[in-house]
């Protein structure tokens, strides 16, 4: 298809980048690799006006380390931070769950922070935000602002980013020693969309998960976190029959939708069978 | 980890590696890498799309958004004043001249054929029918300008489900045909009511063959050019030739001055062996317009006005003795022809009627179809075109009497399929089946599969109730291609033959050129007839240009499509090649003084026998031929020959498919583990296009058992509109295939030759899902409807612990998480 006329702002900096967002209106979109959004416009489902392209400011792929956390540039793209040794050494669950979005040519394109702007919860990546309370970082001309993982997500595919916004960067708490992580995605065929992933990262102390932290892909509009799971989990001794116990939690509270590729009650059964292999496998450390 | 035996992995790997055969007279045989690949590939090529004469204008079309609906009016006129754009017409505006859409298949006399204008006029049928058109410098303003046109509908009721579609009172799709059948056509052979009374055994099963969308990696294109009086139009067709002919048919326009082109065709499984009304539409546009007019579709706009596939409810009955013996079979279709009758859509479903007892013996067999019209769009060929269809239903019937009878699946085809010392073999649906070996292929394949080995691990799991259960599945199968016989076509009432031409044109430096009717969208033609005229001719392979897909340069040829293109074309080019020869002889005889009994042809080369230094080449012969100084009396100075091959018979390839899946009894998620196919089309040109493909049709075939299916909601909406949702599997969600043949030549063709271009897709759909219900059955399923889905799977395991939670046989899987938190579910 192909898209309707549109008004596109290249920005060179940020200073650029949020001066274009606070003179255009509300239909203002932000483009970095495209992957989510050029879909979305050859569609005709969005008409951005203006559309401000943000793919060629360079301060935004940067990964730094900040001592306790790591701060992921928002044009990190997927390839980048799959093989960032700063994430794979202090978040590895990033860095597995990345590998298993779409493929490699996404992968060059698509960025950190664009899928996570996206705010879709079938994205694999808003999950792990969430299980790993990352905190957004945003720019506007008012200033800066930052907002946990938890309530970045507000709907389907809408953030708390507001119009005149621009998301730069998240910041990631490492992970110390003891935690054990793994994202447990199922989907049909290698470049779909997760039906259900589990996001999971445990921390093991003397045979007991002293610490977990769970959330769900595509089991609402927004990423969950399962926190029943968490708190059964939570201080018992580590084994298979506690993990199957605590993933009987894992659709509670949750709102899973119905597609093509599963419905609601599937989701729900998804949930729990995969968040007992997603403990499971995390626990092993 | 899949299970190759190291054999079978050394002898690929020595296929694998490249060969370029220096001895031109073994060409034919030689696994050459395809020539024309490099530029499809990188896409520096003739691509319909590609082409942008200059002045082009660019058509965009508006799709219906109903099912059904009454057009009650459309206002053009914002559309017309937007920026670019250059006309704008409804298809009343062009009622009279866009006339109907052809149907070439008339399979009864009283057949319901629907006017198919290429633009609705006063009503639509399907989401995604053109109901006006914009013409405009620029493709974008094309499209901008769509959304200006207004059009007023009154929505009717749509038909989407074919059992409900054929009960009295049920809203028809063309009220003026006063029904939803098109055509019910019947074949019976031998007393069929009398095997299913006095059986044993008798298996009733339903099965749905689900309606699929071809997905070529090209989308459809047209550029068309008027030059004068004569229009050239390039589209990314299948068929050139039939189409300039019903082109001509549909608009008047005298057929001598329509040259169609198809230039390089990026796949088309099908989907391009049809007249589109976008086709016919930018001629007319052209012819309006006097300038080029150029349409290519989006994938969104290609799923919903791209004819599908399939679409099928089978109600199946199997009589068989104690021992497994089958004595009869009755087949009862309905088959979804969508909105309209297509070029070949009320046939494609028939094809099957001659596939549905397989390989084997029977006593009797009756086949009934009840083509329905729906609300949907139009059903027709697409890879295989009938015949997987039927090969599903045979093979997933052998597997239930295999379950009923407690035997093994391969032994209760053993005791029925034609022993290869029968053949050639009248079959109960009237073919005459000219050879093939089904112990060898399926012996090598076992072999190849450890099938013992892999049914002791399914044992072990059962025995351990693994929660990944594990299935083997079989299909033994054969198909007909290579169509066809024109006689048979006519006897079915098709409206045109089946042969195919050629021509050879040794030009006077000795280099040759091929010209063939059947052009190749992905095919490898131009390799692997390149082949043949080298070996014929024992010219190097270099030497020999392969010319196709434009009715200028090739004019005669029935096209490509059913597996035809070697079985037929490329005997039509071999017919040429020795006419070559003939005539090279009485030339060369004159030149080397002796008489043309005298003379051996080998290797290129004409000598007199016993004499090996007297002789002239081919090329020598070609330009002695081209100066013309010296030929004998009454022989003209040209060696170059045509060639048209009209096949006696059908060709028959054959094969064993097994197919390990593991089935994940918690979630429903099948992993196919193993992949064996050991196929036998005969004689081999090529056996690394061979090779690729079965490769390509496994995918295809595997993609209806497990991935894909166009959904259409109760309103008639398609949901499956993109990529996202009509899910297409990549090399990633595939396992490694192992392929072997045998060959067991055709003896219907000089070559000895079958097709192979379906074989895979024919084969591999029915050796899945028999896998995934072969992993369940002792847990009490006996069918998963396709695709086969992670929740299909689950529900079916659901329902049958639901029915009996403790199976006598076998166990209920996965305790802690499976089926426990299944039963327990809300």
């Known amino acids: 298809m192909i898209p309707a006329s549109f008004e596109y702002v290249r920005a060179l900096s940020v200073e650029e980048a949020v001066t274009a967002l606070s003179a255009a209106g509300e239909d203002a979109k932000v483009l970095a690799g495209g992957q989510s959004l050029m879909p979305l416009l050859r569609l005709r489902l969005a008409y951005p006006d203006p559309l401000v392209d943000v793919g060629r400011i360079e301060e935004l792929r940067e990964i730094r380390d900040t001592g306790d956390a790591l701060v992921i540039g928002a044009l990190a793209t997927h390839h980048q931070v799959l093989r960032d040794p700063l994430v794979r050494a202090h978040a590895p669950l990033i860095a597995q769950a990345t590998a298993t979005v779409a493929d490699p040519a996404v992968r060059h394109r698509g960025t950190f922070g664009g899928s996570l702007a996206h705010a879709d919860p079938a994205g694999d990546l808003p999950a792990v935000a969430v299980a790993l309370d990352a905190v957004f970082l945003l720019r506007s001309v008012r200033g800066e602002r930052e907002i946990p993982a938890a309530d970045f997500f507000v709907d389907w595919m809408t953030s708390a980013l507001e119009p005149d916004e621009l998301l730069t960067g998240i910041r990631v708490p490492k992970l110390g020693p003891g935690w054990g992580v793994h994202y447990e995605k199922f989907h049909r065929t290698a470049q779909a969309w997760a039906i259900v992933g589990v996001a999971c990262a445990v921390r093991r102390e003397r045979g007991a998960i002293e610490d977990a932290r769970v959330a769900l892909t595509n089991m609402g509009p927004t990423p969950v976190r399962a926190h029943a799971v968490e708190r059964f989990i939570e201080g018992r001794s580590v084994s298979g029959d506690a993990f199957r116990a605590a993933s009987e939690h894992a659709a509670e509270g949750t709102s899973p939708p119905a597609d093509l590729h599963g419905s609601s009650e599937y989701r729900a059964h998804l949930a729990r069978v995969l968040t007992a292999r997603a403990l499971t496998a995390a626990a092993a450390v | 980890m899949s299970e190759i035996a190291p054999e079978a992995l050394a002898e690929k790997a020595a296929e694998d590696a490249p060969v370029s055969s220096p001895d031109p007279a073994r060409e034919i045989g030689a696994p050459r890498r395809r020539s024309e690949d490099a530029r499809l590939i990188t896409g520096r090529t003739r691509w319909t799309d590609n082409l942008q004469p200059p002045g082009t204008l660019h058509v965009a079309f508006l799709r219906s958004p109903h099912a059904h609906a009454r057009i009650v009016s459309v206002d053009v006129e914002q559309a017309r004043a937007r920026p670019g754009v250059v006309a704008v017409f409804s298809g009343a505006d062009l009622a009279e001249e866009q006339g109907g859409l052809p149907c070439a298949w008339t399979v009864t006399e009283d057949m319901k054929t629907p006017l198919h204008p290429p633009m609705a006029v006063d009503e639509v049928r399907h989401v995604g029918e053109p109901v006006a058109c914009v013409v405009a410098r620029d493709r974008y303003a094309a499209v901008d300008a769509l959304e200006e046109i207004d059009i007023d509908y009154e929505p009717l009721p749509a038909v989407v489900d074919m059992e409900q579609a054929v009960r009295d009172g049920t809203p028809l799709v063309h009220a003026d045909l006063g029904t939803n059948e098109s055509y019910r056509w019947v074949f019976e052979n031998g007393d069929v009511d009398a095997a299913l009374r006095d059986a044993p055994v008798v298996l009733e099963r339903r099965y749905v063959q689900q309606r699929l969308i071809p997905t070529a990696m090209e989308p459809r294109a047209v550029l068309c050019e008027p030059d004068g009086e004569d229009f050239t139009l390039t589209s990314a067709t299948q068929i050139p030739h039939i189409l300039r002919l019903m082109l001509a048919t549909v608009t008047q326009i005298p057929e001598h001055r329509i040259r169609v082109v198809a230039p390089d065709v990026g796949g088309g499984f099908g989907s391009k062996l049809q007249v589109y009304g976008e086709e016919v539409l930018c001629l007319l546009l052209a012819r309006r317009l006097g300038r080029p007019v150029k349409w290519t579709e989006s994938r969104s706009e290609g799923n919903q006005a791209t004819h599908h596939g399939r679409d099928q409810i089978q109600r199946l009955t199997l009589a068989a003795d104690r021992d497994g013996r089958i004595r009869g079979l009755k087949v009862d279709l309905l088959a979804d022809m969508g909105a309209y009758l297509m070029l070949v859509t009320p046939g494609v479903p028939l094809l099957g009627a001659f596939m549905f007892n397989g390989i084997y013996k029977m006593d009797a067999y009756s086949f009934t179809c009840t083509g329905v019209f729906t609300t949907k769009t139009p059903t027709d060929a697409y890879r295989g075109a009938g015949r997987p269809e039927a090969t599903f239903g045979i093979e997933r019937l052998m597997d239930e009497l295999a379950a009923e009878l407690d035997l093994d699946p391969i032994e209760v085809r053993r005791r029925n399929w034609i022993r290869h010392e029968e053949f050639p073999y009248d079959t109960i649906a009237g073919l005459t089946y000219d050879s093939g070996n089904y112990e060898a292929a399926t012996d090598r394949a076992l072999a190849l599969f450890e099938y013992d080995k892999l049914r002791a691990e399914q044992a072990d799991r059962r025995e351990r109730r693994d929660g990944v259960q594990l299935g ?355």
């Open chain 2, 472 to 826: 083997i599945g079989v299909s033994t199968f054969t198909e007909m291609c290579g169509l066809a016989p024109s006689r048979v076509l006519g006897s079915l009432s098709y409206g045109a033959g089946g042969w195919e031409h050629a021509s050879v044109r040794v030009l006077p430096s000795g280099k040759v050129e091929v010209v063939t009717g059947s052009s190749a969208h992905g095919q490898g033609h131009e390799t692997a007839w390149a082949q043949i005229a080298a070996d014929r001719l024992g010219v190097p392979f270099e030497d020999v240009k392969v010319l196709h897909g434009d009715t200028a340069v090739s004019p005669k040829g029935m096209d490509t499509y059913g597996s035809r293109s070697l079985a037929v074309g490329g005997i039509a080019l071999y017919g040429a090649c020795d006419k070559v020869v003939d005539k090279a002889r009485k030339v060369a005889a004159h030149l080397l003084e002796a008489a043309e009994d005298d003379l051996e042809f080998d290797a290129g080369r004409f000598s007199v026998r016993g004499v090996r230094e007297a002789g002239a080449t081919l090329q020598e012969v070609a330009l002695a031929a081209f100066a013309a100084h010296d030929l004998p009396d009454g022989v003209e100075p040209s060696l170059d020959s045509d060639a048209t091959y009209d096949p006696d018979n059908f060709s028959f390839p054959h094969g064993t498919h097994l197919c390990a899946a593991e089935v994940d009894t918690e979630t429903g998620m099948v992993k196919l583990r193993s992949y064996v196919a050991v196929d036998d089309v005969g004689s081999v040109v090529n056996p690394l296009i061979v090779e690729g493909q079965v490769h390509g049709g496994l995918a295809q075939g595997i993609a209806q058992a497990l991935y894909e299916e166009a959904v259409y909601d109760a309103e008639g909406n398609l949901t499956t509109t993109t990529m996202a949702d009509y899910l297409v599997p990549s090399a990633a969600d595939l396992p490694e295939f192992v392929t072997d043949r045998t060959e067991t030549p055709a003896t219907s063709n000089p070559l000895g030759v079958k097709g192979v271009g379906e074989a895979g897709t024919i084969a591999s759909t029915p050796a899945v899902v028999n896998a995934i219900v072969d992993a369940l059955r002792h847990l009490g399923v006996d069918d998963v409807p396709m695709p086969c889905t992670p929740e299909r799977v689950w529900r079916a395991l659901r329902e049958a612990f639901d029915e009996n939670p403790e199976p006598s046989t076998g166990t209920a899987p996965g305790a802690g998480g499976g089926l426990g938190s299944a039963g327990g579910a809300q």
